[in-house]
Antibody, heavy 118, light 108 residues
Framework: EVQLVESGGGLVQPGGSLRLSCAAS????????MNWVRQAPGKGLEWVSV???????YYATSVKGRFTISRHNSKNTLYLQMNSLRAEDTAVYYC????????????WGQGTLVTVSS | DIQMTQSPSSLSASVGDRVTITCRAS??????LAWYQQKPGKAPKLLIY???TLQSGVPSRFSGSISGTDFTLTISSLQPEDVATYYC??????????FGQGTKVEIK
């Protein structure tokens, strides 16, 4: 059974930093495409970032230059380093795994809440 | 970026009713379209992929169809457990992979 478990969310001041983690079991982070998707309170889903199995990365325009996606293969864990946080980054952050480039987001974690506020 | 326009934003129907949600892509995405169901406080759940393929374990009352750049999710007989928000998503070859705005389905 595939499990993705996010952690690291919390309250942070504007301009601050936070690192989210997504620990995977039953699913290999290094050989699949891993994503972060966020959902602001009461709003829809927004794709944030992806890391491919070949280590290439892509970001939504809204977070480019501020967020960094990475993974630790031996820990089978995905990360999202978030810097220069803004109020509009407040959201539940989900990690989501894809089995390949032509598959949808097959597996989702339960999400972790990030609140950016003074 | 490809825009996904989903409608309606909300609907209310009776148990047993047929419910239809539509999603239009701003450009061609072939059949790289998924539908997700999200219940309050929960993560999205994949229902349909490749526009019309039912994910394993999803009830057969859910179906998807495609006509050009227009996509449809149909619930043939609405059940109380189907109360949720439904999202379409383009997962075409390159990011960003955009979602529709969501459709909140309620029981009348």
């Amino acid at each position: 059974e595939v499990q993705l478990v996010e952690s690291g969310g919390g309250l942070v001041q504007p301009g601050g930093s936070l690192r989210l983690s997504c620990a995977a079991s039953g699913f290999t982070v290094s050989t699949n495409h891993m994503n972060w998707v966020r959902q602001a309170p009461g709003k829809g889903l927004e794709w944030v970032s992806v890391i491919y199995s070949d280590d290439s990365t892509y970001y939504a325009t809204s977070v480019k230059g501020r967020f960094t996606i990475s993974r630790h293969n031996s820990k089978n864990t995905l990360y999202l380093q978030m810097n220069s946080l803004r109020a509009e980054d407040t959201a539940v952050y989900y990690c989501a795994g894809r089995l390949g480039p032509t598959t949808p987001f097959d597996f989702w974690g339960q999400g972790t809440l990030v609140t950016v506020s003074s | 970026d490809i825009q996904m326009t989903q409608s309606p934003s909300s609907l209310s129907a009776s148990v047993g009713d047929r419910v239809t949600i539509t999603c239009r892509a701003s450009q061609g995405i072939k059949n790289y379209l998924a539908w997700y169901q999200q219940k309050p406080g929960k993560a999205p759940k994949l229902l349909i992929y490749a526009a019309s393929t039912l994910q394993s374990g999803v009830p057969s009352r859910f179906s998807g169809s495609i006509s050009g750049t227009d996509f449809t999710l149909t619930i043939s007989s609405l059940q109380p457990e189907d109360v949720a928000t439904y999202y379409c998503q383009n997962y075409n070859s390159v990011p960003p992979w955009t979602f529709g705005q969501g459709t909140k389905v309620e029981i009348k």
